[in-house]
């Protein structure tokens, strides 16, 4: 295999990539005007010479595409006939009904090398080996990019698929991998698994943590609750946190310095927009909103992911100019005002994950009676807790529990939601319903 050859577009100066994004942006719109059913109704609709526009800057006069177009318009997207479509990928439904993308063979190879450079920025390198802790099936993108891209690096890749601590362990201590790829909170359940069955796990072979699907760190680039509480566990590896989506065909990856997922320029532009869809200032927080470059079976302009994050354009302590994104704060679509706060679920998550006696747990947010939002945060305790030492009975040990909960919660958010306790089986099958292919803890029951 030939050896990995990055861009070196990180690395220019800001205004370098800025010119180079906008050359790319025109062979994007000049491609959608000549093979894409969606965007050529789009511009005719609205009047749009492609050739007008000429910056980034320029983007801000083309309408947007969302979720629900996707949905309603799915084949309409598609700039190739069937005969080049070599994989069908669908995404998890997170926001409504799931949708189909299909993937050319130039598609998955820019799929390999988006993962390269992302995990090349994470520290991987061809002499290092990784455990993929996530599924390959099912139609998912992240699986199978994981491993087109660490085999597009020439690194060592072991498929062991998500979940099973005792087979993961077995698996470190047969094949020594240096890295792990998984959803942060897994960890804990290994490190959980390791205790029980006298794993030595702070000396085995791992030394870096990539995590997928779940925050690690704040807005101010520290560890947040769930980091910090691996880190104290297991302080020889490196975290490291991924922003990605299968309508993205990239990554956001950290580097070593911590401080934000970095974009390729060659691959994807990045809006960040308010509530009045236009730009906000760098640094502040809004709306991601993406155009995929150089993708050819379904590319997107000025998609809106829901995602709500800020950009950072000064230049990364590790050399790269290319702007980052901080830590998601939450979907737009599942902000809550709580008793007058403004909150997302993963300031709500951040506290269940990090509190000992909660084995599971699932958010819900309904309206209220007096038509303002309602949390109530259903749990399931673990069963080996010392809930004696509460109180005399189980009754009072559960309210006791409940007062304590709620306290944490304000301390954390400044309000408590409504808690109730149920039995973990129960939770555990709203956390994963038959065919899902993400665990299940934010309910929305609001009538929007």
């Not at 910056?55 to 318009?73: G, V």
């Not at 408590?416 to 803890?441: G, T």
Request: some cysteine; proline content about 6%; charged content about 25%.
């Amino acid at each position: 295999m030939e050896k990995f050859e990055p861009s070196d577009i990180e690395f220019r100066s800001a205004d370098e990539i800025r010119r180079f994004q906008e050359d790319k942006l025109h062979e994007n719109l000049a491609y959608l005007q000549a093979h894409s059913p969606f965007y050529q109704a789009m511009f005719a609709k609205h009047g749009i010479a492609v050739e007008n526009i000429r910056t980034l800057d320029d983007l801000q006069q083309l309408p947007f595409t969302d979720k629900k177009d996707l949905q309603q318009h799915n084949t309409d997207f598609l700039c190739v006939p069937p005969r080049d479509i070599v994989d069908y990928i669908t995404t998890s439904g997170t926001l409504g009904d799931p949708v189909t993308f299909a993937c050319t063979d130039r598609d998955l190879n820019r799929l390999a090398y988006n993962e390269a450079v992302s995990f090349a920025c994470a520290g991987v390198t061809a002499d290092s080996v990784v455990q993929l802790m996530t599924t390959l099936d099912k139609r998912f993108m992240a699986g199978l990019a994981y491993f087109l891209g660490l085999r597009k690096l020439g690194a060592g890749v072991i498929r062991v698929g998500n979940g099973i601590p005792e087979l993961q362990w077995d698996t470190i201590r047969r094949l020594n991998p240096d890295t792990i790829m998984c959803v942060p909170s897994f960890i804990l359940r290994l490190v959980e698994y390791a205790e029980q069955n006298g794993i030595d796990y702070r000396h085995s072979s791992v030394r870096r943590i990539i995590g997928i699907g779940e925050g690690l760190r704040d807005q101010h680039f520290n560890l947040n609750l769930l980091g910090r509480r691996i880190h104290d566990k297991w302080p020889e590896v490196k975290l490291f946190a991924t922003y990605s989506s299968t309508e993205m065909s990239a990554t956001f990856s950290e580097c070593p310095c911590g401080c934000g997922g970095h974009v390729h320029p060659e691959l994807i532009i990045v809006e960040i927009i308010g509530d009045d869809n236009r730009p906000v200032p760098d640094g502040e927080v809004g709306e991601i909103v993406i155009t995929t470059l150089g993708v050819e079976g379904m590319p997107l302009l000025r998609f809106r992911t829901g995602d709500m994050a800020a950009k950072i354009t000064d230049r990364c302590a590790c050399g790269r100019h290319s702007y980052r994104l901080t830590p998601l704060v939450g979907r737009k679509n599942n902000m809550i005002k709580l008793k007058g706060t403004t909150l997302y679920p993963p300031a709500i998550n951040d506290v269940l994950d990090n509190t000992e006696y909660v084995a599971n747990y699932v958010v819900v947010v309904r309206d209220s009676d007096a038509g303002t939002d309602e949390v109530v945060v259903r749990i399931g305790l673990k069963k080996d807790y010392p809930y004696a030492k509460l109180a005399p009975t189980i009754g009072e040990a559960e309210s006791a529990l409940i007062k304590d909960l709620k306290d944490r919660f304000r301390a954390r958010i400044r309000v408590a939601p409504i808690v109730e306790i149920l039995p973990p089986d129960l939770i555990q099958k709203i956390n994963f319903p038959a065919q899902s292919r993400k665990p299940i803890k934010f309910i929305d029951e609001r009538q929007k």
